[in-house]
Protein backbone atom coordinates (compact mmCIF):
# COMPACT_ATOMS: atom_id res chain seq x y z
CA UNK A 1 0.00 0.00 0.00
CA UNK A 2 2.74 2.16 0.79
CA UNK A 3 4.30 1.71 -2.16
CA UNK A 4 1.40 2.87 -4.11
CA UNK A 5 0.95 5.91 -2.21
CA UNK A 6 4.22 7.06 -2.89
CA UNK A 7 3.47 6.47 -6.36
CA UNK A 8 1.02 8.65 -6.42
CA UNK A 9 2.01 11.10 -5.00
CA UNK A 10 5.04 11.60 -6.77
CA UNK A 11 3.11 11.57 -9.89
CA UNK A 12 2.33 15.12 -8.42
CA UNK A 13 -1.59 13.94 -9.01
CA UNK A 14 -3.88 15.03 -5.96
CA UNK A 15 -5.72 11.94 -5.13
CA UNK A 16 -8.15 10.06 -2.60
CA UNK A 17 -7.51 7.00 -0.66
CA UNK A 18 -9.68 5.33 1.51
CA UNK A 19 -8.13 2.61 3.99
CA UNK A 20 -9.01 1.04 7.33
CA UNK A 21 -7.01 2.72 9.85
CA UNK A 22 -6.29 -0.61 11.93
CA UNK A 23 -2.57 -1.74 11.41
CA UNK A 24 0.04 -0.18 13.69
CA UNK A 25 1.89 2.53 10.97
CA UNK A 26 3.14 5.69 13.28
CA UNK A 27 0.93 7.59 10.76
CA UNK A 28 -1.93 5.61 11.61
CA UNK A 29 -1.37 6.19 15.46
CA UNK A 30 -1.22 9.35 15.34
CA UNK A 31 -4.41 10.00 13.35
CA UNK A 32 -6.33 8.05 15.50
CA UNK A 33 -5.05 9.71 18.81
CA UNK A 34 -5.38 12.92 17.20
CA UNK A 35 -7.51 15.36 19.96
CA UNK A 36 -10.46 17.10 18.38
CA UNK A 37 -14.41 16.73 17.60
CA UNK A 38 -15.73 15.40 15.15
CA UNK A 39 -18.67 17.03 13.01
CA UNK A 40 -21.94 15.20 13.00
CA UNK A 41 -22.79 14.56 9.39
CA UNK A 42 -25.99 12.59 9.43
CA UNK A 43 -28.02 10.80 12.13
CA UNK A 44 -25.41 7.89 11.24
CA UNK A 45 -22.18 9.39 10.77
CA UNK A 46 -19.30 11.91 12.19
CA UNK A 47 -16.41 12.73 10.31
CA UNK A 48 -13.27 14.60 11.74
CA UNK A 49 -9.94 15.83 9.56
CA UNK A 50 -6.24 15.25 10.24
CA UNK A 51 -3.09 16.72 9.41
CA UNK A 52 -0.31 14.71 9.92
CA UNK A 53 2.84 15.90 9.30
CA UNK A 54 3.91 19.77 7.08
CA UNK A 55 4.85 20.84 4.11
CA UNK A 56 5.26 18.32 1.41
CA UNK A 57 4.91 15.33 3.58
CA UNK A 58 1.65 16.53 4.77
CA UNK A 59 -0.89 14.01 4.53
CA UNK A 60 -5.08 15.20 5.49
CA UNK A 61 -7.01 11.99 6.84
CA UNK A 62 -10.72 12.60 7.19
CA UNK A 63 -11.89 10.04 10.00
CA UNK A 64 -15.70 8.77 9.70
CA UNK A 65 -17.11 7.29 12.18
CA UNK A 66 -20.44 5.78 12.75
CA UNK A 67 -22.16 4.84 16.18
CA UNK A 68 -24.16 2.07 15.12
CA UNK A 69 -21.63 0.33 13.75
CA UNK A 70 -19.68 1.14 16.65
CA UNK A 71 -22.60 -0.51 18.84
CA UNK A 72 -22.57 -3.37 16.87
CA UNK A 73 -18.70 -4.00 16.69
CA UNK A 74 -19.25 -3.53 20.71
CA UNK A 75 -21.36 -6.17 20.83
CA UNK A 76 -19.88 -8.60 18.33
CA UNK A 77 -16.59 -8.23 20.86
CA UNK A 78 -18.80 -8.92 23.64
CA UNK A 79 -20.27 -12.22 21.98
CA UNK A 80 -16.66 -13.18 21.26
CA UNK A 81 -15.42 -13.38 24.73
CA UNK A 82 -18.03 -15.25 25.75
CA UNK A 83 -17.74 -17.48 23.42
CA UNK A 84 -13.83 -17.66 24.34
CA UNK A 85 -15.05 -17.79 28.36
CA UNK A 86 -17.41 -21.01 27.41
CA UNK A 87 -14.67 -22.50 25.70
CA UNK A 88 -12.39 -22.19 28.06
CA UNK A 89 -14.33 -23.54 30.77
CA UNK A 90 -15.33 -26.58 28.78
CA UNK A 91 -11.37 -27.59 28.38
CA UNK A 92 -10.57 -27.05 31.83
CA UNK A 93 -7.20 -26.47 33.62
CA UNK A 94 -4.86 -27.13 30.90
CA UNK A 95 -1.63 -26.49 32.75
CA UNK A 96 0.98 -29.24 32.77
CA UNK A 97 -1.09 -31.35 30.51
CA UNK A 98 -1.24 -32.79 26.81
CA UNK A 99 -2.97 -30.58 24.04
CA UNK A 100 -6.72 -31.62 23.38
CA UNK A 101 -7.65 -31.28 19.93
CA UNK A 102 -10.39 -28.92 21.35
CA UNK A 103 -7.78 -26.51 22.10
CA UNK A 104 -5.82 -26.58 19.20
CA UNK A 105 -8.94 -25.71 17.25
CA UNK A 106 -9.66 -23.08 19.76
CA UNK A 107 -5.66 -21.41 19.26
CA UNK A 108 -6.01 -21.83 15.30
CA UNK A 109 -9.33 -20.22 15.18
CA UNK A 110 -9.77 -17.85 12.56
CA UNK A 111 -11.46 -15.08 15.71
CA UNK A 112 -10.82 -16.89 18.91
CA UNK A 113 -7.73 -17.68 18.36
CA UNK A 114 -6.42 -14.01 18.25
CA UNK A 115 -7.77 -13.60 21.97
CA UNK A 116 -6.23 -16.42 23.52
CA UNK A 117 -2.50 -16.89 24.12
CA UNK A 118 -1.33 -20.29 25.84
CA UNK A 119 1.31 -19.62 28.23
CA UNK A 120 4.89 -21.97 28.61
CA UNK A 121 2.85 -24.16 31.63
CA UNK A 122 0.00 -24.58 29.51
CA UNK A 123 -2.51 -22.05 31.00
CA UNK A 124 -4.80 -20.59 28.39
CA UNK A 125 -5.86 -16.79 29.81
CA UNK A 126 -7.82 -14.25 27.22
CA UNK A 127 -5.15 -12.18 25.98
CA UNK A 128 -6.46 -8.96 27.39
CA UNK A 129 -4.36 -6.84 25.11
CA UNK A 130 -5.36 -7.71 21.83
CA UNK A 131 -9.31 -7.56 23.21
CA UNK A 132 -8.76 -3.74 24.67
CA UNK A 133 -6.27 -3.15 20.98
CA UNK A 134 -9.33 -3.87 19.35
CA UNK A 135 -11.42 -1.60 21.42
CA UNK A 136 -9.45 1.32 20.76
CA UNK A 137 -8.78 0.77 17.09
CA UNK A 138 -12.15 2.46 17.02
CA UNK A 139 -11.85 6.28 17.07
CA UNK A 140 -14.58 6.67 19.75
CA UNK A 141 -13.41 3.19 21.91
Do not use: W
Not at 25 to 31: A, L, P
Not at 101 to 111: D, E, F, I, M, Y
Amino acid sequence: MRRIVLSFSRAGGHYILGEKLRDAQRDHQKVLSHQGRYQEVKENLEVKKVIVEKEERRRRFVLVYNPEQANKDKATRERTLTKIREALSALGDQRGKAHKKALCALLAHRTLGRYVKQKKNGALPINRATYFKKIFQSPQG
